[in-house]
């Protein structure tokens, strides 16, 4: 081998050498600040909403889009701010009580398990050693709420610029990710994009005709059973219905656990209600909604779900479905169309799509 052709395969090496470890640094800086690109993710999801809201007032009326997200902005407050003037107090005193009826239904299940060898050897599991349960330095606990509203404040007020500023103007991110893209392949992550917004939309109009048809059940229901705050535990089931899979599980704690306060056996009734409720969800709501919007397989929904619930916390299982599904529709156009050849379902519609996203 000659001395160029061995300064060639040098020159080679060092240079894949410097782009996996560029590859390795970009891994490592995204790890390190996850959570603000979970953040990110999540306002673009705003950004999706209020781009979808916006489209049929600029559509219809001689609006620019600009002006529509600004109508849809001042519509959402508003309607935030009336509903907050004539539903605030009311949820604020069933708060009160709620959190009475927690404790009550608490003292109820200690009381419960008390009474049996095994339940006493429970309790005495439960962290606090004095066999019931931990309810104990407040003021910490206190701290700790604190700090975790303003955390979860900052990182509300994060997510609504970032939407916002997505919202305003899309085509300015878009083209700067297509501009990293070589020339040849720009029409196709033109359309890779749009896939991702649209599977983004129906992803998101399935969770909200889910969280508003649960939630609607869960009130009336539990209404019927004569369970107190019914109104802010269906509040809490739609709200938590927005992680699949597990939401659902954890909406029915709050409400055994308040039931256990008017007896044993109503705890139980309103178990098999959350039973049948999650039942007639998993098997009948979402196989409609799924038809009518995005599929996404529930073994692929769960592992995401607790994956990534269980490295980022609730941040992660916040958008561990939507971040899945977009991952599923970029295997599917990049490797299994783009590289495995396989036909595509249907023409992606590039410059329309793109542009109307």
Known sequence: MSQQNIWEYLKRL????????????????AWAIIDVLLLIFLGLLLAVV?????KPIARYTPLSTQWS???????????????????????????ELFVQQIQLGINQLQTFLAQYNWGQQLLEQVPGGDGGLPISNLFNQFVDAFALTLEGLANTLFVIFIGIFLAV???????????????????????????????????????VISMITIGIVVAVGLTILNVPLALILGIITGL??????????????????????????QAVYV????????????????????????????AVTLVAVLAMGGLFGVLGALVATPLAAVIMVLIRMLYVQDILGSPRRAPEQRSRGAGEN
Do not use: C, H
């Not at 209020?50 to 916006?54: D, F, G, M, N, V």
């Not at 297509?178 to 040849?184: E, T």
């Not at 597990?246 to 409400?255: D, E, K, N, T």
């Open 240 to 265: 938590l219905e927005f992680i699949p899979v597990v939401g659902p599980i954890l909406s029915a704690f709050p409400a055994i656990i308040i039931a256990i306060s008017q007896g044993f056996m």
């Open 50 to 54: 209020l781009r979808t809201l916006a």
């Open 14 to 29: 060092l240079i894949a050498v410097g782009i996996i470890g560029l590859f390795v640094v970009l891994l490592l800086f």
């Open 271 to 298: 178990a098999i209600f959350y039973l049948v409720v999650q039942q007639l969800e998993g098997n009948v709501l979402t196989p409609i909604v799924q038809e009518k919007t995005v599929s996404l397989p529930p």
């Open 69 to 95: 997200l600004v109508i849809v902005v001042v519509l959402i407050v508003a309607v935030i701010g009336i509903g907050g003037w004539f539903f605030i107090p009311e949820v604020l005193s069933q708060v």
């Open 169 to 207: 103007e899309p085509n300015l991110y878009r083209n700067g990710l297509i501009n990293l893209v070589p020339s040849r392949g720009r029409d196709r992550a033109q359309e890779v994009i749009a896939g991702v917004i649209q599977i983004l939309r129906g992803w998101l109009l399935g969770r």
